[in-house]
C-alpha cells in the first residue's frame, strides 16, 4: 500500500512540474506581458492625472477626488522602475512608446521616476495643510512638470 501510494505521489509531482514547466511563457510573450502591465500603469497615471487637469483648468475642486487621484499616483509612479526592470528593446513586435534610452539611462529613468512620487507627497501636504489649494500651480509644478520632464526625455512620440 505504501509503495502505491509512493508512486501515485512521484508520478503526481512529475506531473505538475511538467505543468509548471509547459506553463512557463516564451521570451516574447514575458515582454509583451511586461509592455502590457507597463501600459495599464501608465493608462491609470492618466485618469489620476485627468482628475487632476480638470480640476487645474477650471473644474470645480473636489479634496476628496484630489486627494484620491494623488494617493494613485504616489502608488502607480513608485511602480515605474520595477515594471522597467526588463530592457525590452531587444523584441521589435511590440507596440510601445518607451524609448531605448530608458535602459541606456535607467538611473536617470528611475530617479524622474522617483521624483514623481516625490512630487506627488509635496501635493499631498498641499492638499492636506490647504483647503483651498491652488490646484493648478500645485498641480503644474509637483506632478505636470516632472511627467513632462520623462516624456520629453523617455517616451516615443
Given at each position: 500500500?505504501?509503495?502505491?501510494?509512493?508512486?501515485?505521489?512521484?508520478?503526481?509531482?512529475?506531473?505538475?512540474?511538467?505543468?509548471?514547466?509547459?506553463?512557463?511563457?516564451?521570451?516574447?510573450?514575458?515582454?509583451?506581458?511586461?509592455?502590457?502591465?507597463?501600459?495599464?500603469?501608465?493608462?491609470?497615471?492618466?485618469?489620476?492625472?485627468?482628475?487632476?487637469?480638470?480640476?487645474?483648468?477650471?473644474?470645480?475642486?473636489?479634496?476628496?477626488?484630489?486627494?484620491?487621484?494623488?494617493?494613485?499616483?504616489?502608488?502607480?509612479?513608485?511602480?515605474?522602475?520595477?515594471l522597467?526592470?526588463?530592457?525590452?528593446?531587444?523584441?521589435?513586435?511590440?507596440?510601445?512608446?518607451?524609448?531605448?534610452?530608458?535602459?541606456?539611462?535607467?538611473?536617470?529613468?528611475?530617479?524622474?521616476?522617483?521624483d514623481?512620487?516625490?512630487?506627488?507627497?509635496?501635493?499631498?501636504?498641499?492638499?492636506?495643510?490647504?483647503?483651498?489649494?491652488?490646484?493648478?500651480?500645485?498641480?503644474?509644478?509637483n506632478?505636470?512638470?516632472?511627467?513632462?520632464?520623462?516624456?520629453d526625455?523617455?517616451?516615443?512620440?
Amino acid at each position: 500500500m505504501k509503495r502505491i501510494a509512493f508512486t501515485g505521489a512521484a508520478l503526481l509531482s512529475s506531473l505538475l512540474a511538467f505543468n509548471v514547466m509547459a506553463a512557463q511563457p516564451s521570451p516574447e510573450e514575458q515582454a509583451a506581458s511586461n509592455v502590457a502591465n507597463r501600459q495599464a500603469v501608465f493608462k491609470l497615471l492618466s485618469v489620476a492625472n485627468g482628475t487632476l487637469g480638470g480640476m487645474a483648468r477650471g473644474a470645480p475642486y473636489d479634496a476628496d477626488a484630489a486627494k484620491l487621484a494623488v494617493t494613485r499616483i504616489q502608488t502607480l509612479a513608485g511602480m515605474i522602475p520595477e515594471l522597467f526592470a526588463a530592457d525590452t528593446t531587444s523584441f521589435s513586435n511590440l507596440d510601445t512608446r518607451a524609448a531605448t534610452t530608458i535602459w541606456a539611462n535607467k538611473a536617470d529613468f528611475d530617479m524622474m521616476a522617483q521624483d514623481l512620487v516625490n512630487g506627488a507627497n509635496a501635493m499631498m501636504e498641499v492638499l492636506n495643510s490647504n483647503a483651498n489649494p491652488d490646484i493648478r500651480a500645485t498641480f503644474g509644478a509637483n506632478i505636470g512638470q516632472k511627467c513632462g520632464a520623462c516624456h520629453d526625455r523617455f517616451r516615443l512620440d
